[in-house]
């Protein structure tokens, strides 16, 4: 899901995890979701092995998710951590993890990518896309950056409007047409960096930027974004 800041992602998140009310009298089902909310708050008393058994412990000590997730989420190395020592970028990790972990069949992640570096970021997408897929279950993604972004969408769901006061969620489009939707509004045009072929934003009324508004291509989707 991508919009500006205001236009009703996380409340849309928070909705389905039953924990806002809607404004009208519309009935949101009760689901078996698990939640990651954007602002984590480290308050469990303990290491972050002690938290990880008493939460998801069956999932946790499975080989398969230790090979899928929490070994390339470099979990292992903060097992004897107190919980509430970690970084922010630690604390993420975790709570990424303990997100996957928890059996349910839809997954609500709030801004996975916070406070992880760049390569922590595409490790990340690469393994929430991963599990999701192999589970064959659904997630419901809010991310602001765009090169986590497209490893991670399937489809994109574009909010727009006047941030706070009157917004819009368009029905959800296939991850190159969103992104087109998204930068449009903005005026922001991406261009494919050639050393390591990642997003890279062009400066505004520049030869490519021009170019690429005027054919209408703000984004590009790397095809083999999904390769490991």
């Known amino acids: 899901m991508l919009g500006e800041n205001g236009t009703g992602k996380t409340t849309f998140i928070r909705m389905l995890a039953g924990l806002t009310k809607a404004d009208s009298e519309a009935q949101v089902p009760t689901l078996n979701v698990s939640y990651k909310p954007q602002k984590i708050s480290p308050t469990f008393d303990g290491t972050v092995r002690q ?8 999932t946790y000590l499975h080989p398969q998710f230790m090979s899928d997730v929490t070994k390339p989420m ?65 997630a419901f993604i809010v991310e ?37 939707i998204f930068l449009k509004n903005l005026e922001i045009t991406f261009r494919r960096d050639p050393t390591n072929f990642r997003p890279r934003i062009n400066k505004n009324n520049s030869v490519k930027d021009v170019e690429q508004k005027t054919s209408g291509q703000y984004f590009f989707v790397d095809t083999a974004r999904d390769k490991d």
């Open 51 to 58: 938290l990880l058994h008493k939460r998801i412990r069956d």
């Open 74 to 138: 470099m979990i292992e190395q903060l097992l004897d951590e107190d919980v509430k020592h970690l970084s922010g970028g630690e604390l993420q990790r975790v709570a990424l993890v303990m997100a996957l972990g928890k059996p349910a069949d839809i997954y609500l992640i709030d801004e996975p990518s916070a406070y992880l570096d760049s390569d922590q970021r595409i490790v990340a997408a690469k393994v929430i896309k991963r599990y999701i897929l192999h589970a064959k279950k659904t």
């Open 144 to 180: 602001h950056d765009f090169i986590m972004a497209t490893y991670l969408a399937d489809r994109v769901v574009v909010y727009d409007g006047k941030p706070g006061i009157d917004c819009t969620a368009h029905t959800p489009q296939p991850l190159l047409t969103g992104m087109n």
